[in-house]
């Protein structure tokens, strides 16, 4: 066996190792639009499902959430608002995702980067592509971000699921990764 073929076998033993590290990952976006919501909003929602169950099936030993989740609403605090509590689980996690397709989440977007530098390290922003070269303020808080940070998806991306299959299970695979790196 050449050197190269046992560096791909590592790679490969490593990348399968990563699947099953205790990592956290809170999904933050659309929230559940209720039954009578426009399609949007509920195609929106149903992402972020999807989301969260793909990540459950590939990285089984993680901690996969929605803030709103019941366990993550345990964790709060009398008198504590509802960004310091989504500080709280955002501090414990080591990727959050942010599916940045209603207000709610550009809220959360808004607030915790420009605000927690710790933050900027964990949070990877997937939103639409033709949102990823924006001006303004929206710029002002993307550029606070790594550029790999930000992930762009086309309409058919997102109705094909490879949002999901390929963009997000990447991001998952690479805080897996530094999580070995950081604990061998």
């Given at each position: 066996m050449s050197g190269n073929e046992i560096y791909k076998l590592e790679y490969q033993k490593m990348m399968e190792t990563?699947?099953?590290q205790p990592i956290t990952i809170l999904v933050w976006g659309p929230s559940d639009p209720g039954d009578s919501a426009p399609l949007e909003k509920v195609k929106a929602y149903?992402?972020?499902l999807k989301i969260k169950t793909h990540l459950r099936e590939e990285f089984p030993c993680a901690g996969v959430f929605f803030s709103e989740d019941k366990e993550m609403r345990e964790l709060a605090l009398t008198g504590q608002s509802q960004l310091e509590v989504q500080a709280v689980q955002a501090r414990i996690a080591h990727l959050v995702l942010i599916l940045d397709l209603t207000r709610g989440a550009d809220l959360e977007f808004d607030h915790f980067i420009p605000k927690y530098p710790w933050f900027r390290e964990k949070a990877y922003v997937?939103?639409?592509e033709k949102y990823v070269?924006?001006?303004g303020l929206t710029k002002t808080v993307l550029d606070m971000l790594e550029s790999n940070h930000i992930i762009g998806f086309s309409d058919i991306e997102f109705e094909s699921c490879k949002l999901v299959t390929e963009k997000v299970v990447g991001v998952a695979h690479t805080i897996?990764?530094?999580y070995i790196?950081?604990?061998l």
């Open positions: 990563a699947r099953f149903q992402k972020r997937l939103l639409p070269s924006t001006e897996a990764l530094r790196i950081a604990n």
